[in-house]
């Protein structure tokens, strides 16, 4: 089965690489990783200066979500460079995330991440976390000037990593293109707090965490999908990604490829070989030789709103329901056309439904549907 990618002549062996952060933060962890099977591992981000950890800096919300204070590689550049020439990478790639607050300094660090040996670099513009470089979403010569400074300071393939805001504004995707970026990562974490301790009256962590984790795949999904539309980039997609189910949701969308982030902070490198194998499974039983045969195959089912036309539907009852600790369906209706009988059996009032299907959504049992009336 062929999982390969090729990322602007950065050829991986398959597409599943394992973004910047805390799993990849010296010579030892990113081996692990290499060794669970990852097309690539991208260090932890490097700048110009060691960053200090905070105590504590991880913070949990639900299952699958996660609010992390930390910024960038807690380790000096001359100790990356020490970890990094005793990596025997096989045939995974390496790719190095710089931060710097200039193009100078970027420039600077695209260099010596060539040096080291880097098989490309991603450029990280911004976090969710700190001041720092809080305004470049927001000022595209800012970032062009980046980006340029990187791309000539280098021969090696160079990506760009966006945030939400970024990846959704085309002065932000029109400027980078401009200057000459061909592959991005999207998206970063979102900015986020974990909650308010209301009989303390304060908020339950120290500062803005980055917040990832299950629940922020949805945005990370349409920001695919609308990058792949609207823009040229290929396209390395992040956000909630725990499974080869999730990968493929972002290949059908038309991503080049994935990287998974929180699924190792929570389960381990172990996630990347099955979601490598998983992918390779489904693609052989499904009857795919390889990944470009369904590549951005559900984008042609991806409609703009002022082309669907509204559908006379309505809520229908499959089942009878006689569970009467569950309202869901009745207490979320809007239109009052959900109700109880006297015998106790929900009902739908067709001349009030609006066909919206939140019901329909919302019911444990599966008992409901949305038809034509």
Request: hydrophobic share 40%.
């Amino acid at each position: 089965m062929d999982l390969s990618v090729n990322l602007c002549g950065l050829r991986l062996k398959n597409p599943v690489i394992v973004a910047a952060g805390p799993w990849a933060r010296n010579a030892a962890s990113i081996k692990k990783c290499m060794d669970a099977g990852a097309g690539a591992v991208i260090t932890e981000t490097i700048s110009m200066e060691a960053n200090r950890n905070l105590t504590p800096r991880l913070y949990l919300g639900k299952e699958g979500q996660i609010f992390n204070t930390k910024l960038y590689s807690n380790i000096h550049l001359e100790q990356w460079e020490t970890e990094l020439e005793s990596l025997d990478r096989g045939d995974c790639k390496l790719i190095v995330s710089i931060w710097g607050s200039s193009a100078s300094e970027l420039s600077y660090l695209a260099s010596r991440a060539e040096r080291m040996g880097a098989d490309a670099v991603e450029i990280s513009i911004a976090a969710p976390i700190g001041m720092r470089n809080q305004a470049f979403g927001f000022h595209t010569h800012q970032i062009e000037a980046f980006a340029q400074a990187v791309l000539q300071a280098v021969s090696i393939p160079v990506l760009m990593k966006l945030s939400y805001e970024a990846s959704i504004s085309p002065e932000v995707t029109g400027s980078i293109q401009r200057a000459g970026i061909r592959i991005v990562s999207a998206i970063d974490s979102l900015k986020g707090l974990s909650g308010v301790d209301i009989e303390q009256k304060q908020v339950r962590m120290p500062t803005y965490g980055g917040y990832s984790g299950d629940d922020i795949r949805p945005v990370a999904l349409a920001t695919t999908a609308a990058l792949r539309q609207y823009t040229a980039f290929q396209i390395c997609s992040c956000g909630g990604i725990f499974d080869y189910q999730n990968a493929l949701e972002f290949i059908m969308l038309g991503a080049d490829a994935v990287q998974l982030a929180t699924a190792i902070q929570l389960h381990g490198c172990g996630v990347i070989r099955e979601v490598v194998e998983g992918l390779s499974h489904w693609l052989e039983t499904h009857g795919y030789e390889s990944l470009d045969a369904v590549r951005g195959m559900a984008l042609q089912s991806l409609k703009p709103f002022e082309e669907i036309r509204p559908r006379p539907l309505s809520s229908m009852v499959l089942q009878p329901c006689m569970d009467e600790d569950c309202d869901v369906c009745a207490e979320g209706c809007l239109y009052e056309a959900v109700s109880r009988g006297a015998d106790g059996s929900i009902r739908i009032d067709h001349d009030r439904c609006d066909g919206c299907g939140l019901c329909v959504a919302r019911c444990p049992n599966k008992k409901l549907s949305l038809e034509w009336v």
